[in-house]
């Protein structure tokens, strides 16, 4: 660790998985093939839907989104763990650190608003379905996405410009990419002010769009009680399923990383978390949607008999 205020620093040391050198020509071989597993899978599903008119729907426009928002925020990180594990401690430009940390809070915070988006959705199309094609028309959806891009791009831009504006005493960052919290530690003096950012702002971009879930899925859990027949109640369950896993996934993983104090922190549950966010929910996505949604592996099974045509 390099001791004084290095605010002038124009590079830091990404230490990575430095204690396991050993496990590194596995951990290489098990990720790439996630991360290339994954690009496919959420490429299938955003060109199925999109080439499915039947699929032209509001839930599958924010499914379509939620697909693309993976494929980003998964190519952020992997690239640099890849090369982490390749050549051991990386070493990074401030300026390409600084934008890797405003890609991944941009990227998982509309990513947090998009999944309170879809449960929105799910809210109308269950609770009020006489009225859900006015309320969720594609202009509505198309602010609601453009709403959660915005709130990720301000968050991300905040955070990182406080962030790097800061008097910094250090230049290795215990982790495999620029995270939040091992860049806390680099901080000179009093961090308490910078912690408390750090809440502050998971409170408003994990738990407000979570508590947003909450309170559509009370309102529909309550609906679906009432309904008449058991039949409509199972349809009515199984359009909600797929997404509450999801959202369980993902705010699960992230509120376990930023809704903690840092006195609390690990280096090395932080990284586990990390890896957990970063590289499985983006990979369960699909196939969550895909192996429980009737209409998604119709249409999937209708794209693979035109391909063995053609082939």
Known sequence: MI????????EFRLLGFSGNSHLHPLLFAILLSL???????????????????????PMYFFLTQL?????????VMIPTILENLMVGTVSISKTRCAMQMFSFLFFGVAE???????????YFAVCHPLHYTITMSSRVC??????????GAAVGFIHTLITFSSPLCGSAIDHFFCEIQPLLDLLCGNTFPRELQVILVAVFAILSPFLLVV?????????????????????AFSTCSSHLLVVALFYGTAGS??????????AAVDKFLSLSYSVLTPLLNPIIYSLRNKEVKRALKKKWRKTNLVW
């Open 3 to 10: 001791l004084g205020n290095l605010s002038g620093l124009s």
């Open 35 to 57: 991360y290339i597993l994954t690009l496919v899978a959420n490429t299938v599903i955003a060109f199925t839907i999109n080439t499915d008119n039947t699929l032209h729907t």
């Open 67 to 75: 697909s693309c928002l993976d494929i980003c925020y998964l190519s």
């Open 112 to 122: 947090c608003f998009l999944l309170a988006a879809m449960s929105l959705d799910r």
């Open 142 to 151: 198309r602010s609601l996405v453009a709403g959660c891009y915005i709130c």
């Open 215 to 235: 309170y559509s899925y009370i309102h529909i859990i309550s609906t679906i009680l009432h309904m008449a027949s058991a039949e409509s109640q199972q349809k």
């Open 257 to 266: 990383t930023y809704l903690r104090p840092k006195s609390t922190y690990c």
